[in-house]
């Protein structure tokens, strides 16, 4: 069976009691059993069966069994949101004297989790150029306990060598853990480029249309103990499952992310085309442009499209603050993947509390601006950026 029919038909595992063609929203923190001993069986986990919600709920388990079948993984496991399940992969993997290799080009939140919050607890972050395998080498030793990256960083839009990257993980027996957020799944096989353990943050282009916050941890089987750890202790102790309702809005989103995906990327790819055409904006970075440095790789790895995500940067930082402000049509907000089109400057947002020595760092410029392009007719848009820019 191809994927796009898995996200819709992959059966439920138990046949709902009325027959319901879409999946109950289960909305209950607990399960009642019959006796003593099948109570027992659930508990220890000698049967699959929900006993308490922040463990397992029927609702949240559909989900996780169709990106299962979708992916060939081993386990998935459903957060409440990517940071959730960044965090929880991130702390069941690591212990006091542990360090973690990783880049300085990522999400903001993740970058001070794994530089700010994890070296609280004793782990060592060890940021480096993931571009530079030597520089990744002199960084590995026997305390490393993965690699981390983002498959295209945000919003500096790298793309970091995959397979080789993989090999000296495992030349050290650790994972590779890709943040996969911006590519969905359904495009390349992150296991086949030798990711241990995939993260996303299916607040994006799952949850159809920034319905609701979610994350996903998908595990190859690769990394020894991870997904049992994640089951038996993570979900138990720190109770960051996903709860009912938002599994039932991102199930629903998985039925139709390949149809979306395939329109908003389209979409990119013509507005950075033309977003070229326009003075005002001094370079237009998306990975999907075939003058991109990254373009070959970007394809090798993740297929023909690329996302729905660039950035463009204008002259100074008031010329991108302008153009912002003159926006009609496209949104100021943040979020990447809504089905509407939204602009922000992440040097003053995402990244507005850390220093200017730091963002120089991460090279976050107060010249760019992120722009996620939605589901809107292009040419709309497109007008829209060209008169703001013009203002
Ligand atoms: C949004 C985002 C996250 C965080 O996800 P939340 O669902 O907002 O917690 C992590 N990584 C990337 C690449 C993101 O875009």
Redesign the pocket.
Known sequence: MKNQTKAIDTPFGQRDAYGSLSMPVYHTAAYEFDTAADMADAFTGKVIAPDYSRVLNPTVMYLEDKVKAMTGAANVMALS??????SNTILALSAAGKNIVTSRH??G??FSLITESMPRFGVEARPCDLLNLDEVRSKMDANTCCIFL?IIT?PQMEVADLKALSAIAHEYGVPLIA?T??IPFTQFSAKDLGVDIE?V????YLSGGATT???LIIDYGTAEGFGHKMKNEMLFNFGAYMTPHVAYMQSLGLETLDARYRVQSQNTIYLANRLRELPQIKSVNYVGLADNPFHDIAVAQYGKTAGAMMTIDLESKEAAFSMINNLKLVRRAT??FDNRTLAIHPASTIFGNFSDEERRKMDVLDTTVRISVGLEDMDDVFEDIKQAVER
Do not use: C, H, Q, R
């Open positions: 949101s990517g940071m959730a399940a960044i990522m999400f939140n993740t983002e945000n943040d957020t911006v993260v943050s299916s607040t994006k916050l979610g994350g979020n990447l």
